[in-house]
């Protein structure tokens, strides 16, 4: 492939950016606004990383953690993680979490309470092994993305996060590899 990442990351100038101390409903506004800015010919955002007051980023909170926050704080998630540990299948714990949620709890009662928390709470900070070198090869990512498994690395430049790696553009980088060999060898 012969590519460096910094040519697919996204820049963090074109990412959805919060302050540490921003709630998660200003968390969901920031990604909402960076999809409807971002090149619709691309995929979408689909997390949001977290600032901290000098503007490094400290973490990232993805859509998955976003619904992970609204059962964390509806405190329907303990039973889950204990009942998951013994390999219950998807349905078995949808059961068990539909009869133990409260009788009339709709989406918006759901989503109150976590929409005033700080994204801190939320967020997850990247290890180190989901930093890379924006110069680094796209092969070396990409056996770094499977080691994770990550679904996007942070693109750094001497110590400083400067975009994102995501595993989509990665995949149509490999797409498009496999279409020029396909045209080269026949």
Do not use: W
């Not at 619709?40 to 619904?67: E, I, P």
């Amino acid at each position: 492939m012969d590519q460096t990442i910094k040519a697919l990351m996204v820049p963090i100038s074109e990412y959805a950016t919060v302050n540490k101390d921003a709630t998660l409903f200003e968390a969901v506004l920031a990604l909402e606004e960076a999809q409807e800015k971002y090149d619709q010919t691309k995929f979408q955002h689909r997390a949001v990383l977290v600032l901290d007051k000098n503007n490094k980023v400290v973490g990232k909170l993805s859509q998955l953690n976003v619904l992970r926050a609204l059962e964390l704080e509806n405190k329907k998630t303990d039973k889950i993680e204990e009942i998951s540990q013994f390999h219950f299948g998807s349905k078995f714990i949808g059961n068990q979490l539909e009869q133990s949620k409260a009788k009339g709890s709709s989406l918006k009662e759901i989503c109150l309470k976590p929409s005033k928390i700080k994204v801190e709470k939320f967020m997850k900070s990247p290890s180190k092994y989901q930093h890379i070198e924006e110069e680094t090869s796209l092969e070396v990512a990409i056996y770094q993305l499977l080691t994770g498994p990550y679904l996007s690395l942070m693109v750094v430049r001497k110590d400083e996060v400067v975009g994102v790696l995501r595993l989509t553009d990665v995949f149509l980088a490999v797409v498009q590899a496999m279409k020029e060999n396909k045209t080269t060898n026949k």
